[in-house]
Nanobody, 121 residues
Framework: QVQLVESGGGSVEAGGSLRLSCVAS????????MGWFRQPPGKEREFVAS?????????HYADSVKGRVTISRDNTKNTLYLQMTNLTPEDTAVYYC?????????????WGQGTQVTVSS
């Protein structure tokens, strides 16, 4: 059973930056596809960014965050990061870390509890 715990959320002003962290336990972190998702108030959950397992090490981003967000992972610390810069009020959401087997079909099998990010104008 893999457990994910996010941290690093908070309240910032527009133009500010935040770095989210997600610590994994109970599995082989380096072999998992890992991703960040978010759920804005009153909206559906949406994809933010993902990073494949260590042997492929490729990343993907939603168009809405490209150029402002960087996903990274430290497999020695079982930790996934999301560095966010130039934040706007539209980035306000609960951010979730997720992971799953890195294969042909993208399946996120385990999820964190989420961390709130609030951006004020």
């Amino acid at each position: 059973q893999v457990q994910l715990v996010e941290s690093g959320g908070g309240s910032v002003e527009a133009g500010g930056s935040l770095r989210l962290s997600c610590v994994a336990s109970g599995g082989t972190f380096s072999e998992y596809l890992m991703g960040w998702f978010r759920q804005p108030p009153g909206k559906e959950r949406e994809f933010v960014a993902s990073m494949t397992a260590w042997y492929r090490a490729s990343s993907h981003y939603a168009d809405s965050v490209k150029g402002r967000v960087t996903i990274s992972r430290d497999n020695t610390k079982n930790t996934l990061y999301l560095q966010m810069t130039n934040l706007t009020p539209e980035d306000t959401a609960v951010y979730y870390c997720a992971g799953g087997p890195d294969g042909p079909a993208v399946e996120y099998e385990f999820w964190g509890q989420g961390t709130q990010v609030t951006v004020s104008s």
